[in-house]
């Protein structure tokens, strides 16, 4: 079996991308606050992957298509866990704190003043 230094050197790579996004896919799993991502950056880097598969999946079968799976799969479970967990208030994971006030002011009263 012959195999050439760009297919090892596709393979180490896809090696690399996969396991530097691991720690982050860890820690949004376990945490469930995506509050530091961008929602616009996960939706372009979805629509981008799902074009790209255009091409991709038109190559010969190789490290590629597995570095490009991973993507996929990796940039859909964040655009799911994002609105699941940031962009839903109604999936909002329990344990956190609602951002929005808890009592709204009183009408005629001045700024500042809440009404129970």
């Given at each position: 079996?012959?195999?050439?230094?760009a297919?090892?050197?596709?393979?180490t790579?896809?090696?690399?991308?996969?396991a530097?996004?691991l720690?982050?896919?860890?820690?949004?799993?376990?945490?469930?606050?995506?509050?530091?991502?961008?929602?616009?950056?996960?939706v372009?880097?979805?629509?981008?992957?799902?074009?790209?598969?255009?091409?991709?999946?038109?190559l010969p079968?190789g490290?590629?298509?597995?570095?490009h799976?991973f993507?996929l799969?990796?940039?859909?479970?964040?655009?799911?866990?994002?609105?699941?967990?940031?962009?839903?208030?109604?999936?909002?994971?329990?344990?956190?704190?609602?951002?929005?006030p808890?009592?709204?002011?009183?009408p005629?009263?001045?700024?500042?003043?809440?009404?129970p």
């Open positions: 079996m012959d195999i050439s230094l297919v090892i050197a596709g393979a790579s896809t090696i690399i991308f996969a530097s996004a720690p982050m896919l860890i820690k949004a799993y376990r945490t469930k606050d995506l509050a530091s991502y961008s929602r616009g950056n996960i372009m880097a979805n629509t981008g992957n799902v074009v790209h598969s255009v091409y991709v999946y038109s079968p490290p590629i298509w597995l570095l799976t993507y799969v990796t940039t859909a479970m964040m655009l799911v866990w994002y609105l699941r967990y940031e962009w839903c208030p109604s999936f909002m994971h329990r344990s956190r704190a609602p951002d929005y808890t009592r709204i002011p009183h005629g009263h001045e700024l500042g003043h809440w009404s």
